[in-house]
């Protein structure tokens, strides 16, 4: 066995030196020679170059790859022997291979399960899971490997950790040297300073809950990081591992069972907040996108209603609500000046309504359009379920992330917002305005960073009164509201006509069920398309506010202060900042760099609609009657009237 595996030590360390001299180079000019060093290598190009010890790889990398490493320090002196003089290396003592399987056949299912289908049948190969990591914990010192002499015979041998048995080392019956004549000896004696140690860490990742259908519950396994691994990912981030599964015993407690728990032992583990590759969007999508604005380039609202329509087309109308989620979806552009402040991009929806409205409708849609996204109700949640758990495991003391943690980079819808504890919404103030969360649990202080859009939605306290303040009706607290963008209110009241229309369209939905064409996007919108959409404005504008814009901003916010007596919890200067956030939302879903007096007023008009009681605008009324109008680019003029006068 020892034979065979030097027979692919040398084949390994030519792939290396072919593909990989730069990354050699560049460990070896680096100063300190005790630390890990990781090289990183792309499965499908060894797949190419030498198959066979690809597929040792995949099925022995128990085996195969401490053998790698070796051959990665051969090629490793290899290459620091032919580096120049002047640029003399130095001769490091530990580099790992680090093996990335993206593009390469190992991204089947076989191979790449979800965590809640890990089996026995999976272990001993090459595997990879892709996960949120929920707990990261305190890095330990580990020990790798320590040396015994044989008292008989006097020759030396390491013995080393099974994970197995919690890293326990347990010594060999007999003396296990290879010799012509086995010497049989059963006392072993310590080797003075021959004790390995590497860093440890041991994290925990559970299967996103995306990809999961209702009533399965996600299931997570515990990950070992070592080395040059330790310390790369915390709580909230989303991660892709390959390792190697392997098992240990749990911990012994009185009158328990005891099982063998599933672990992986990682070699190599990767990011992918930035990537968030489950969205791509073809140049064939982008021109659809820039085709469709051309068509509607004399009637521009007339193009943005025909997106609107397609967000929750279950639900009849609701033009001012549909208008308002899809700005919070989109949001602005994060703004971060020179002392370091940031002012965040992120938009906050709130729904007040009576039942029946179709709330919790938009808060299931929102959830599907956005691509990291937690639902949660206020009954259902506490405050260390809304943000960090502090939790006991073996005699020590970590932190579980919650549901604002997950959802950082995404969306987290709150239903029945009301029906949660007073101190459990005061721990929301802080991810909302700062965007962290601030920890103090067991010793532990920390900040977690919740970049989320916060979507409420919640019943009035008893019967609606349009005279009486928001705080009031909702006994939702002044900071908290102040700290919405929108707050709109849907009240059900009895209008005959507005009931016939909604009558006739929801039989009519039942009668038929109309096909239609994804290729024409003038028409209809299907969901993917419409997450592309969103996806694409977010990442590739940066809208820019001209001078006509500050102006009518700046102007209805002074407007609102002097009038505003009768809800001052709203009109604070985070108003201000909201509407320059929901302009900047609205010059992208526009499909545009720059926000434009249109942009300033469509976001007055959404703040005023959550106002209630308005300073300019009477003509609004009610939200839940606002329905899509033909002519919407001649309404909007006729409203830029009203504004400026």
Same mark, same amino acid.
């Given at each position: ?188 004696? &310590? ?42 990912? *915390? ?74 329509? !397609? /967000? ?44 029946? +409205? ?81 920890? !103090? *649990?067991?010793?532990?202080? +920390? ?16 019967? &609606? ?20 963008? /929108? ?65 009518? /901003? ?92």
């Amino acid at each position: 066995m020892e034979k065979e595996k030097e027979n692919w030590e040398m084949p390994m360390a030519t792939f290396l030196i072919d593909h990989h001299s730069d990354q050699l180079r560049s460990i070896s000019s680096s100063p300190d020679p005790n630390l890990h060093f990781p090289l990183f290598i792309d499965y499908a190009e060894l797949m190419e170059d030498n198959p066979r010890i690809a597929r040792l790889l995949f099925a022995q990398p128990k085996t195969y790859l401490p053998v790698f490493d070796d051959a990665a320090l051969w090629a490793h002196k290899i290459v620091l022997r032919e580096m120049p003089d002047d640029k003399k290396g130095v001769e490091k003592k530990f580099i790992h291979v680090r093996i990335n399987i993206s593009g390469s056949p190992l991204e089947c299912p076989e191979t790449f399960p979800s965590i809640g289908r890990v089996r026995v049948h999976h272990r001993g190969i090459l595997l990879t899971l892709k996960g949120i990591v929920i707990r990261s914990g305190a890095i330990k010192m580990h020990e790798g490997e320590r040396k015994y002499i044989c008292q008989k015979c006097k020759n030396s041998f390491p013995v080393y950790p099974e994970v197995e048995a919690r890293n326990s080392i347990s010594l060999p019956s007999i003396c296990p040297i290879q010799q012509s004549k086995p010497c049989g000896g059963t006392k072993f004696q &310590y080797e003075e300073n021959t004790i390995v140690c590497h860093d440890y860490q041991e994290i925990k990742i559970q299967e996103s809950t995306q990809v999961l259908g209702v009533g399965a519950i996600p299931r997570s396994i515990l990950v070992i990081l070592k080395d040059d691994l330790v310390d790369v990912v *915390k709580a909230g981030d989303d991660v892709i591992v390959t390792g190697l599964l392997t098992a240990k015993w749990s911990p012994e407690l009185k009158d328990v069972r005891c099982d063998l728990d599933p672990v992986l032992i990682a070699n190599n583990i990767r990011r992918i907040n930035e990537l968030k590759s489950e969205i791509d969007i073809s140049d064939d999508m982008v021109k659809k996108f820039e085709q469709f604005w051309v068509h509607f380039k004399d009637s521009p609202l007339k193009g943005r209603n025909a997106i609107l329509r !397609a /967000i929750c087309p279950q639900v009849f109308g609701l033009f001012t609500v549909k208008l308002a989620v899809a700005l919070t979806l989109i949001g602005g552009v994060q703004h971060v000046d020179a002392s370091g402040t940031r002012v965040r991009g992120e938009s906050h929806l709130l729904l007040v309504g009576d039942p029946g +409205t179709g709330k919790s409708q938009f808060l299931k849609f929102a959830a599907k359009l956005s691509n990291r996204s937690v639902i949660t109700t206020g009954l259902g949640s506490t405050s260390a379920g809304l943000t960090v758990t502090a939790v006991k495991d073996g005699g020590e003391w970590m932190l579980e992330a919650g549901a604002l943690v997950l959802a950082d980079g995404g969306l987290c819808c709150i239903d029945e917002f009301d029906s949660m504890r007073e101190h459990d919404r005061a721990t929301i103030h802080e991810a909302m305005e700062q965007q962290t969360i601030s920890v !103090a *649990k067991a010793g532990l202080v +920390t900040t977690l960073s919740t970049r989320t859009t916060v979507f409420g939605a919640t019943n009035p306290k008893g019967q &609606y009164d349009p005279d009486q303040p928001l705080s009031i009706n909702t006994t939702l607290s002044g900071p908290l509201l102040s700290r919405f963008d /929108i707050v709109l209110v849907l009240l059900d009241t009895k209008n005959p006509d507005w009931d016939a229309v909604v009558s006739s369209h929801i039989l009519s939905e039942a009668e038929l069920d109309r096909t239609t064409n994804d290729e024409d996007l003038v028409n209809s919108w299907p969901l993917p398309t419409l997450k592309r959409y969103i996806h694409y404005v977010k990442e590739h504008f940066r809208p820019v506010l001209t001078r006509e814009a500050e102006i009518v /901003i700046s102007s209805y916010y002074q407007l609102q202060r002097k009038s505003a007596t009768h809800n001052a919890a709203r009109t604070t200067v985070r108003m201000l900042e909201s509407l320059i956030r929901l302009a900047q939302a609205h010059a992208r879903l526009m499909f545009r760099n720059e926000v434009t007096r249109l942009d300033a007023i469509t976001a007055i008009l959404c703040i005023e609609s959550s106002m209630t009681t308005s300073a300019i605008v009477d003509c609004i009324g009610n939200a839940l009657h606002s329905n899509f109008t033909d002519n919407p680019d001649q309404e909007c003029i006729l409203a830029v009237f009203l504004c400026i006068n």
